[in-house]
């Protein structure tokens, strides 16, 4: 047999390639969140009393089986004094702006105390007796997703009563990219704090760091952080959620098609919510008549969606590759197709978007090309910033 020939041959062949590159390729190590290596931080809980922010995805997968962390902690003989959960509550079934109770966990017969009720920030009383506090939340990469705010606020009070915070790291699925306008100050709230983009590209431990190192808790306060990191990740890598991070983000698709959706969250726009494709629709009423439509009903995560049982139409996006930018022209393409455009915008926009200038620009038809460009010098100034507080490559 002429070997070289073969060799030649095959050489050109798309199945040649395709044995290279598999042969060649490294195996890919599986990413561990920061609460899995509980190795390294049970010793800092042992014979503490500990407080937890957690919720429904502050999950540890070992070998297979998967349990929450509070659970395990007990397994573990840690004296938890009390539970504080964020938006959507301990077991994450709350709607979205739902207001949330203090509680009694059915499992664990633990005190829940809700920081998305009477308070948003732990109170001295409930922090009474805590040794250390454990944070523990999934967060998606995007400002406007609360759990930054609880974050915020975690710290800020741990910072005023002393007490050290241990964060969990978990990953960030919308990491791999920057992107959206910079809030303006004027614009805070509890779904924007911080002079940041829409999409931040940090983990949530990456950006408690942030929030000390820029100063932005009351009062020059410091928290005294801890942050386990998670194992074999960086910015690029792929990941994702193994459980809803809130009850109107099913999964991968709608995670990644939040950060750019949720501007429509402020408009008469439906995105989804009432439906089983949160986040990866959405249309109205009177947006033009087409093959696609979709009736919002009552369901869970939205007891009553926005055009709940009214027929809409407008645009499938369950099917399209995933965004490596914020995607400003959905938003744009509901706006010029509409035709009551006086009432397209709710109040709010400009909490969601964090300025008062986009709202402006889209009314006075200025092109997309021309809204990024009005973002770029404060992205760059961003970007400078975020780069002191990464762990990860």
């Known amino acids: 047999m002429n070997y070289p020939f073969v060799l030649s041959y095959l050489k050109n062949t798309f199945l040649f390639w395709l044995i290279l590159c598999i042969c060649n390729k ?40 998967r349990q929450h962390l509070v659970d395990v902690l007990l397994e573990k003989k840690i004296d938890i004094k009390g539970v504080f959960a964020p938006e959507h509550g301990f077991r994450g079934t709350a709607d979205a702006g739902e207001k949330i109770d203090d509680s009694k966990d059915p499992k664990t017969q633990l005190k829940i105390y809700s920081l998305y009720g009477k308070n948003r920030k732990p109170s001295s009383e409930q922090l009474e007796g805590i040794d250390l506090m454990v944070f523990d939340l999934q967060d998606v990469g995007v400002r406007f997703f609360t759990y930054l705010s609880t974050l915020h606020y975690v710290m800020e009070a741990c910072a005023e009563q002393d007490i050290p915070l241990l964060i969990l790291d978990r990953p960030n699925p919308n990491s791999d990219y920057v992107d959206g306008p910079v ?17 931040y590209g940090m983990t949530i431990g990456e950006y408690a760091k942030m929030i000390n190192g820029e100063g932005w ?40 098609l939040y950060p750019s959706l949720c501007l429509l969250e402020p408009t008469v726009i439906s995105v989804g919510r009432g439906t089983n494709y949160q986040f990866q629709i959405y249309g109205h009423p009177l947006l033009p008549k087409n093959q696609f439509s979709f009736t919002p009903k009552p369901n869970f995560g939205s007891k009553n969606p926005k055009q709940n049982g009214i027929r809409c139409f407008g645009t499938d996006l369950t099917q399209i590759p995933r965004p490596k930018k914020l995607e400003i022209s959905w938003l744009l393409e509901a706006y010029t197709n509409f035709p009551e455009k006086n009432t397209f915008f709710k109040q709010g926009f400009e909490r969601i978007s964090g300025v008062s200038i986009l709202r402006k620009q889209i009314e006075q038809g200025i092109t997309e090309k021309e809204i990024r460009e009005s973002w770029k010098n404060n992205l760059l100034d961003f970007k400078k910033i975020r780069a002191k507080y990464l762990i990860y490559p």
């Not at 004027?186 to 704090?193: D, L, Y």
């Open 217 to 256: 808790l009351a009062n020059g306060v410091s928290c005294n952080l801890q942050i386990i990191p998670i194992q074999n990740y960086t910015h690029q890598t792929s990941y994702e959620l193994p459980v809803r991070p809130s009850p109107n983000l099913p999964n991968a698709q709608a995670v990644a």
């Open 183 to 199: 809030l303006d100050l004027e614009n805070s709230s509890f779904v924007g704090m911080h002079p940041v983009p829409i999409v």
């Open 26 to 65: 490294p195996l890919m190590a599986q990413v561990l969140p920061g609460a899995v290596d509980t190795v390294r931080y049970l010793p800092e809980l042992k014979g503490k009393k500990i407080g937890v922010v957690a919720h429904q995805a502050s999950l540890i997968y070992n070998s297979g089986v």
